[in-house]
T-cell receptor, first 115, second 113 residues
Framework: DAGITQSPRYKITETGRQVTLMCHQT?????MFWYRQDLGHGLRLIYY???????DKGEVPDGYVVSRSKTENFPLTLESATRSQTSVYFC??????????????FGNGTRLTVT | AQSVTQLGSHVSVSEGALVLLRCNYS??????LFWYVQYPNQGLQLLLK??????LVKGINGFEAEFKKSETSFHLTKPSAHMSDAAEYFC???????????FGSGTRLLVRP
């Protein structure tokens, strides 16, 4: 089925561990995004990508690394997880600039707990 | 930097009552404006958006929003709430020509029977 898939849905890890959250979309959208959702903060942009091999920082990039070797995949890595990175992470994609007819499509999220 | 403020982290209405969720943005240049809805354990989905043209925008599920430049507002309304409207609602803004979206902190809508 076409869409945007995040895995895993739930993850518990320990402080200091490296963890990678996966995101795969089947539309071949150019733009992909990672957001984190925390109570009282709404969604905050971590990293985004305009195309394969093009990535850039968002509002809260510290402690995260991304890559985009293929258009359809956009993994997010926490190099050394901290408790402050406990959050719900959403991946999203968009075909084009947001003012056009292409909305932002979201995955169902990954709930990450760092102990 | 662009920002968006949603007044009220929780709003409670009776079924059949008017829904009003408030959103104000900071830009002096009219941006693109969006409302997204999030149901439990799901991602966000687009309710409606304003880019250009008519300032009253209609979306899915009977929701609409009005862009008011003089008030830098984009409040979301629905004439009659249904139980199924209970969810979290996010206002978002992006600068024209940008593909980056800035979200408000969200408003949780509770609908009482």
């Amino acid at each position: 089925d076409a869409g945007i898939t995040q895995s895993p849905r739930y993850k518990i890890t320990e402080t200091g561990r490296q963890v990678t959250l996966m995101c795969h979309q089947t539309w071949s959208h150019s733009y992909m995004f990672w957001y984190r959702q925390d109570l009282g903060h709404g969604l905050r942009l971590i990293y985004y990508s305009a195309a394969a091999d093009i990535t850039d920082k968002g509002e809260v990039p510290d402690g995260y690394v991304v890559s985009r070797s293929k258009t359809e995949n956009f993994p997010l890595t926490l190099e050394s997880a901290t408790r402050s990175q406990t959050s719900v992470y959403f991946c999203a994609s968009s075909e084009s600039e947001l003012g056009g007819n292409s909305p932002l499509h979201f995955g169902n999220g990954t709930r990450l707990t760092v102990t | 930097a662009q920002s968006v403020t949603q007044l009220g982290s929780h709003v409670s209405v009776s079924e059949g009552a008017l829904v009003l969720l408030r959103c104000n943005y900071s830009s002096s240049v009219p941006p693109y404006l969006f409302w997204y809805v999030q149901y439990p354990n799901q991602g966000l989905q687009l309710l409606l958006k304003y880019t250009t043209g008519a300032t009253l925008v209609k979306g899915i599920n009977g929701f609409e929003a009005e862009f008011k430049k003089s008030e830098t507002s984009f409040h979301l309304t629905k004439p009659s709430a249904h139980m199924s409207d209970a969810a979290e609602y996010f206002c978002a803004v992006s600068d024209r020509g940008s593909y980056k979206l800035i979200f408000g902190s969200g408003t949780r809508l509770l609908v009482r029977p």
